[in-house]
């Protein structure tokens, strides 16, 4: 498969000197295109700063970052913020939706910063919300839906034109078991699709349902296998 993301000898220091703390700490590490990645650790593991990385919320202190063949270790907020609005679909725990804007609005939205036509932008989000099983709630607000639906609105928001990269920051955090099971399995058929999904989780379980796992522990990956899954 071809590579997607590639991370050379990245670290990333905060107060250095004396006082330094390295949230990671020299972490090398290759995804290819179409895999479905965990990446799990405890609360100062570095696994979000590693998120931040990935998502091209933040830049390493050194190392390099080749996402999709772009190297984007040093870019500048601008140039990140392109690089995110074109790669890089976004699923948070907290669904991160606008409260006074409808499913298919809240859908609708990053289409319009990358410049779609309202026609073509329409067709996109009823697709990608009709995908996550939302079409009969295309007029609803955040208000008016649970917790597990929100979180789908959200998935349809980051799938919508296909980025390269699906990139879910604990996406069932906020969710009972019930709806954690379908956003999971949601994220599953996308991979099955060809998409390139990787989920942060401190949680075993969601951790196990991904076909490799990536453990990290004090800036430094720890483990990374392949899970063997049953259906």
């Known amino acids: 498969m071809d ?5 050379t000898d990245i670290c990333k220091v905060y107060n250095p000197g004396e006082n330094e703390v390295r949230a990671l700490d020299h972490v090398s590490l290759n995804i290819c295109k179409g895999e479905f990645v965990a990446i799990i650790g405890q609360s100062g593991s570095g696994k979000s700063t590693l998120m931040n990385m990935l998502g091209c919320l933040d830049v390493p202190t050194s190392g390099i970052y ?10 500048s907020d601008d140039e990140l913020s392109d690089i995110r609005n074109q790669e890089i ?11 006074g804007l409808n499913a298919m609005e809240n859908v609708e939205l990053p289409l319009i910063y990358r410049g779609v ?5 329409h067709r996109l989000a009823e697709a990608a919300l009709t995908k996550v099983g ?3 709630r295309l007029d609803h607000k955040p208000s008016e839906m649970s917790g597990g639906q929100q979180q789908r609105v959200a998935i349809a928001r980051a799938i919508a034109q296909a980025p390269p ?7 069932t955090g906020n969710l009972d078991s019930a709806s954690s099971k ?16 990787i989920i942060i989780t401190h949680d075993n379980d969601i951790a196990a349902q991904a076909k490799r796992v990536i453990r990290i522990r ?4 720890e483990k990374d296998y392949i899970n063997e899954i049953q259906e």
């Not at 036509?117 to 932008?121: A, D, Q, T």
């Open 182 to 197: 379908e956003i999971i399995q949601i994220l599953k058929e996308l991979h099955k699709e060809g998409r390139t999904v």
């Open 165 to 171: 990269v699906i990139l879910a920051d604990e996406p």
């Open 134 to 136: 939302l079409d009969h």
């Open 89 to 99: 679909g976004f699923i948070f725990q907290g669904f991160n939706l606008i409260a």
């Open 218 to 221: 004090d800036g430094r990956i």
């Open 117 to 121: 036509g309202k026609k073509e932008r």
């Open 66 to 75: 080749i996402l999709n063949g772009s190297d984007v270790s040093d870019m």
């Open 3 to 7: 590579s997607l993301i590639e991370i």
